[in-house]
C-alpha cells in the first residue's frame, strides 16, 4: 500500500481520482475539439482563420495562465482554484451546446483553456500535498497515464457522438466527466497553500501571458498572410520584447512567478526540453491527422477516430513501459531512444501518399506513437522529483505551461509551415491573396472552400490537384518534424545525464 502524508483528513486515492478525472477531461477537450472542428464548420460556416481558433482559443488561454495558476494556487488556496476553474470549464461547456456562430465557440473556448488552467494548476498541486515524496512521482506517472488516455480514446468517442448525435455532443461529453469531478473534488480534496506565498507577480504574469498571446497570434496571422507580412512581424517583434521585460521582471522581484535560477542545472533544462519535443512528433498530429483525414480524404468522423487510435493507443502502456526501463537505464536514453524511434515514424509516414487507404498508415502511427510514449511517460515524474512540495504549485505550474503554451506555439507554428509548404504546389495561375487563402483553407482540412478559389475546372481534376499539393507539403513538413525529434533527442541524450547531487541541488535551489 502507498504510504500518504498524516496530514491529510481524507483518502488521497480520493483526490487523485478527482485530479485524474478533471486530467481526462482536458486532452479530450483538446483533441476532441480537432474531431469537430470540420462539422463545426459545414453546421456554422466561418473562415479557415476562425475555426483553427476552436483548437488555438483552447490552447492560448490554457497555456498562457498555467504559470500564473499555479502562483496563484499556492497563494489563494489549491482547492479553491481547482473547484472554480472546474466549474468555469463546466459552464462555459454548457454554453457552447448552445452557441450559433463560430466566433462565439472560439470566446468560449479562449475561456475554458483559461478554467482548464486553473483546474490543472490547482488540481496537481493539491495532489501534491497529498503523498509522501517516494510516492509523489508514481501518483503524477498516472496522472499522464489519464492524459494519455484521453489523448488515446478522445478522436474516436468524439468522432462517434459527432456522427450520431450533432458536433455538440463532445462539449457535452467534457461537461458531464467534469461536474464528476467536481462533485468528487468538493468532498474528497482539503484546502492547503504554501505558507510562504507573498502575493502573485502580476507584472511577470501579465508579460508572460501577452508573450506567449502575441507569439500564438503571430504564428496563426503567419499561415494567413505569410511571414513577411508587416503585422506577423511586428506581432513576432513585439512578443520577443515581451519576453525580455518578462525575464528583466523576474530578475528583479522578490518571489517571482518563474523562479530563473532553475535554468542554470542542465537536468532540469532537460525535463523541459522533453514535452517540447513530444509536441512537435506527437501532438501537433493529434490536431493535424484529423482535420486531413476528414477534410482532404473525405473520411467519416468515426472512421478518423479509429486511424487516430493507432497513434494514440500506444500511449495506454507505453509510458508504463518506459517507467519499468528506469530499473536499467537512466531517463535520458529512454526518452531520446523514443524520440529517435517517433522521427523514423515520421519519416516513415512522409513516405505514404495522403490518399493512401488500407492499412499503410497503421504501423507508422504505431511507431510515432509508441516513440513519444517514452518520455512521456517519464517527464511528469521528473518534474515534480525536483524541487520540494512546499513549491508544487510553481513547479507545475513552470512544466505544465512549458508543456501546454509549447503544444499551442508548436500547432500554431506546424500549421503556418504547412501552409507554407502548400503554396508553391499550389495553380500559378492564382493571385496571391488567393494563394495564401487556398492555402490556409487546406492546412486546415477544409478542401471545398479551397475549391472554390480555383479557376473553373472538372471538379474531379481539381480535387485531385489540391490533394497532391495538400500530399507533398504534409510530406515535406513530416521530414521537418523528423529533425526536430531527432535534434530533441540529441539534446536530452546531453542534458538528462546522470550527475550526483542534482536533484538535490535544483530542490535546494528552489526553496531558498
Known amino acids: ?25 482536458l486532452p479530450l477537450s483538446f483533441s476532441g475539439g480537432a474531431v469537430a472542428t470540420p462539422a463545426i464548420g459545414r453546421a456554422l460556416g466561418g473562415s479557415a482563420t476562425s475555426l483553427g481558433w476552436i483548437t488555438n482559443a483552447f490552447m492560448l488561454g490554457f497555456g498562457s495562465c498555467l504559470m500564473a495558476a499555479g502562483a496563484l494556487a499556492d497563494q489563494w488556496g489549491r482547492k479553491r482554484l481547482f473547484l472554480l476553474g472546474l466549474s468555469t470549464f463546466c459552464l462555459a461547456g454548457l454554453a457552447l451546446m448552445l452557441a450559433r456562430s463560430v ?17 490543472l494548476a490547482g488540481g496537481t498541486a493539491a495532489l501534491a ?57 468538493m468532498v474528497a480534496m482539503r484546502e492547503s497553500r504554501d505558507p510562504q506565498a507573498q502575493g502573485l507577480d502580476w507584472p511577470g504574469a501579465l508579460l508572460f501571458t501577452s508573450m506567449l498571446a502575441l507569439l500564438t497570434l503571430g504564428m496563426v496571422e503567419a499561415a494567413a498572410r505569410g511571414w513577411h507580412s508587416p503585422l506577423v512581424i511586428a506581432l513576432l517583434l513585439a512578443s ?4 525580455l521585460l518578462f525575464i528583466a521582471v523576474e530578475r528583479r522581484v522578490a518571489r517571482p512567478m518563474l523562479d530563473l535560477s532553475l535554468f542554470h542545472y542542465p537536468r532540469f533544462i532537460g525535463v523541459q526540453v522533453l514535452p517540447i519535443a513530444t509536441c512537435y512528433c506527437y501532438v501537433v498530429l493529434l490536431v493535424l491527422l484529423p482535420l486531413q483525414l476528414i477534410g482532404i480524404g473525405g473520411y467519416s468522423e468515426v472512421a478518423a477516430g479509429w486511424w487516430m487510435l493507432a497513434l494514440s493507443a500506444p500511449m495506454l502502456v507505453v509510458p508504463l513501459a518506459a517507467a519499468w526501463l528506469t530499473r536499467w537505464f537512466g531517463p535520458g536514453p529512454i526518452s531520446a531512444a523514443g524520440l529517435l524511434l517517433a ?23 504505431l511507431l510515432i506513437g509508441s516513440g513519444a510514449g517514452l518520455p512521456w511517460g517519464l517527464m511528469d515524474g521528473l518534474s515534480v522529483s525536483m524541487v520540494p512540495k512546499e513549491r508544487a504549485g510553481m513547479a507545475t505550474g513552470i512544466f505544465s505551461t512549458v508543456r501546454v503554451a509549447g503544444e499551442g506555439i508548436a500547432l500554431a507554428m506546424v500549421t503556418a509551415l504547412l501552409a507554407g509548404f502548400i503554396t508553391p504546389h499550389l495553380p500559378a495561375s492564382l493571385e496571391v491573396a488567393s494563394l495564401q487563402t487556398a492555402a490556409q483553407q487546406l492546412a486546415m482540412g477544409e ?21 497532391k499539393a495538400y500530399g507533398q507539403a504534409f510530406a515535406q513538413l513530416l521530414q521537418v518534424l523528423a529533425a526536430i525529434a531527432t535534434v530533441s533527442a540529441l539534446v536530452v541524450l546531453g542534458l538528462l545525464r546522470p550527475a550526483s547531487g542534482d536533484a538535490l541541488q535544483v530542490a535546494d535551489a528552489t526553496a531558498q
Open 1 to 25: 500500500m502507498p504510504q500518504f502524508l498524516p496530514a491529510t483528513g481524507r483518502g488521497p486515492w480520493m483526490v487523485l481520482a478527482s485530479v485524474c478525472m478533471a486530467a481526462l477531461v
Open 103 to 119: 466566433w462565439q465557440i472560439d470566446l468560449l473556448r479562449a475561456l475554458q483553456g483559461v478554467a482548464a488552467a486553473a483546474t
Open 129 to 185: 500535498q497529498e503523498f509522501a515524496a517516494a510516492q509523489r512521482a508514481q501518483a503524477f506517472s498516472l496522472l499522464g497515464t489519464t492524459f494519455g488516455t484521453g489523448l488515446a480514446f478522445g478522436p474516436l468517442l468524439t468522432g462517434w457522438l459527432i456522427e450520431h448525435t450533432g458536433w455538440q455532443a463532445g462539449f457535452a461529453l467534457c461537461t458531464g466527466l467534469g461536474l464528476l469531478a467536481l462533485l468528487v473534488g
Open 240 to 243: 520577443a520584447i515581451a519576453l
Open 343 to 365: 522521427a523514423g515514424g515520421l519519416l516513415w509516414l512522409a513516405q505514404i501518399p495522403v490518399e493512401a487507404g488500407g492499412m499503410a498508415r497503421v504501423l507508422p502511427l
Open 447 to 467: 478542401l471545398r472552400q479551397a475549391l472554390a478559389l480555383l479557376p473553373a475546372q472538372p471538379d474531379a481534376a481539381a480535387t485531385l490537384g489540391l490533394q
